[in-house]
């Protein structure tokens, strides 16, 4: 099966300044991806890349069988939706309804079928808690979305994805399952990322199999008591 994202040798500059270099990575459908590194290392200019805002100096972006190349933001927003990490950048009409609204109007949705998705999107949108962010991002990757998220929260990475991509100036330094990466605090450092709490007491305690998820570690930590508490 074609992956749902690939890129192949992607490189950008905005002008003369180099942003990416020769980046290649593919991410399946239903994987559940983390974007890291400190700021500026090229987390956004991706996404643009992606959602088909820029288009690569060289290389590839390949959204399933699409060039971005060949495809305007418009085209791919059928097959990328991206999220913004500040409500204020992703709302830009005067009511939430309107809003909400505006994506499916844009891409040619009934009107009826329009009010009705809007009605069930709006829901609920003054408890948005991170719980609620997982869950949808759960059930979107169980529905075979692939999940490229950008965040500098390794607690969130580690409790909800898969894998992590970190970009270092512009460069691909890491594509590997996040558990070995978020445990390795001497290659995090360097990349501009601590480990999260759970990860750096696993590692302080040795814990068997170094888990970087809470309910994981906790289950190493009462087989490790019991067995040291044990005649
Ligand atoms: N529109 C732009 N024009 C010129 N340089 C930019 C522009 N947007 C971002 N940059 C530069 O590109 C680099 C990568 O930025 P960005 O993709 O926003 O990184 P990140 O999201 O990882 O913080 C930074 O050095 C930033 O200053
Ligand atoms: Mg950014």
Redesign the pocket.
Known sequence: MIPALRLEGVSFS??T?P?LANVSFSIASGERVALL??????????V?LIAGLQWPDQGIVWVGDWDTRDCVPEQLAWRVATVFQHADQQLFATSVRDDVSFGPRALGVGEREVQRRTESATIGVDRALRARVTRALLERSAASVALLV?THDLTFAAETLDRGLV?DR?TLACDEPLPSLLGDATRLEPLGLAPPPVAALSTALDLPGRPVREAEAARELARVARGRLAP
């Open positions: 905005y002008g300044v942003v590194g400190r700021n500026g290392a090229g987390k956004s200019t991706l643009r950008i970009l512009g």
